[in-house]
């Protein structure tokens, strides 16, 4: 049965940070920890959210805290904005904590280019971007995989799209894992699963995915900014995209598997979409396998659709725009499952840390960070709503010490798209954003309004959180001149 | 019990469109028999791996689903038989059937299911 929580079962540990005592529910085996401010608290409470964190609290292996990140918001088993971490060899692995979506997160790309000299041509430019970038549920790409070429894609994920020929060393090596999970067996993705997303590979999807042509306009670190090749009023590119149906299937079939695994195995949860297996176990092994393939597969896909946007500013600024050029900032993900070291009661302890809607924000110093960020850190990309301000994180020692090296992802949806769609227009919405000067490209208009900023958290205030509680600090703020949706 | 599995799948298959001439058949007349068979734990994983074996059909197959009947179900496995016509493709609102609040009990009226569907 549903549990009505409020604010008096959560205990005020420091300005922005919120517990639930481990005594709150017999099941559970770790205390659950909330970063939110007074707002967004309320917001949290409004829906099951804080009730699935504490479900995430009794599963088995799971060390220091059941976590959650401020843009927090009701999900399928787990919160979306949730981290946990389980102790190997045997504390679980749960599809559910990753989401259905595999590495579902977002890459930024930004290029020499200055936003005066590129907003003559935004109207043309975010056209080709999106004829150039197929979108919309189901959509399909122009490349054509055969199986052997499908099997070295899930196992090499962006080492498989630079030697085919989409993209450059440098953008391996600015990708979170340098784009490829280690671990992958494409022999555990099913047949359908490829048939799926055999075709996908290069597009974007529907929902709350999209392309976004953005202009830098604010600098929090002007050093570190300067290191990235960022400056003010500079032309970036946020990429917001998945694993698509490839990746949804694996998730619906490891769920309906582990369904029989968690009896198998004596565990019992209070929720079916937390499904799981001991990770060392054959069916955890298995689904981790699976589970880096999808990944694989969604760092491929944004690949392919980055270098799909260089293409699309090349052919329509070239000759009019200088330095038109896109490098890669960053990429990231923000639902995944991973094996990393952390600190755990003193002891440098194996974990497979759960991100579902957080995103690893690994500090200065940080083991896996290649060199050019083990000084400022890892850069970590919020995108906010559609036609509202996001941001370029920087990760800290603060978030190693307290949430596993994980902030927050995003601005979390507060409101759901039927609602959403029945109180917003999405013409109407295209018109607002239009006389803001962002040129809107969607694939329909319903699905513009799903996406409507009220639907979702005030982002700076979730960003704000994040800062305050250490666990990621400010670089950069992105405002939009275009988005190209599904 | 397999008049539930028929009224689940009917009420999928609205909200995909198929039943309410939102997705034009192809040729008229042209309808085969397609036979499927699902397994699961237990009956409510049954009940989502069969939902979405007919979301994963009209995505893959591009086929409508004209009727369908239960020919033989138990705890851990039905087998059905579907009447299908080629059709264009239908757009897949739906991307999966979830475990999310599944309850599956009986009531006055026989059985009753609540599913969410992630879209």
Redesign the interface.
Known sequence: MAQVMGKSDLKRIEDGVWEIPERFRPEMRVPARLYADESLLEAALSDRSVEQLVNTATLPGIVKYAIAMPDIHQG??FPIGGVVATQLPDGVISPGGVG?DINCGVRVLASEARVEEVQPFLDELSQVVCRNCPSG??SEGEIRLSDPELDRLLADGSQWALEAGYARPEDLTHTEQSGAIPGANPGLVSH?AR??GRNQIGTLGAGNHFIEIDRVSHLYDEAAAKHLGMFLNQVTVQVHCGSR?LG?QVC?EY??RF??TV?DYGIQLP???L?CAPFSSPEGLEYFSAMACAANFAFANRQVLAHNIRRSFERVLRGKVQKFDLHQIYDVAHNMAKVEEHQVHGATVRVCVHRKGATRAFGPGAQGLSAEFSEIGQPVLIPGSMGTESYILLGTTGSMEKTFGSTCHGAGRVMS?ARAKKTVRGEQLRQELRSRGIVIRAGSMSGLAEEAPLAYKDVTRVVDVVEKAGIGRKLARLEPIAVIKG | MPELFVQAAEAILEMQGQRNGRTRTGRKGNTTTREVEVEGFDRETLLVNWLNELLYLQETKQETCTALEILEISDGRLRARLQVQPGRRGRRLIKAVTFHGLQLRPSAKGWEATLVVDV
Do not use: A, M, P, T
Request: aromatic share 10%; net charge positive.
């Open positions: 399928y088993g259905y549920v189901g359908r048939e799926r149906g949804h619906q769920v309906s369904q029989k009896h929720d079916r979409e499904v798209r």
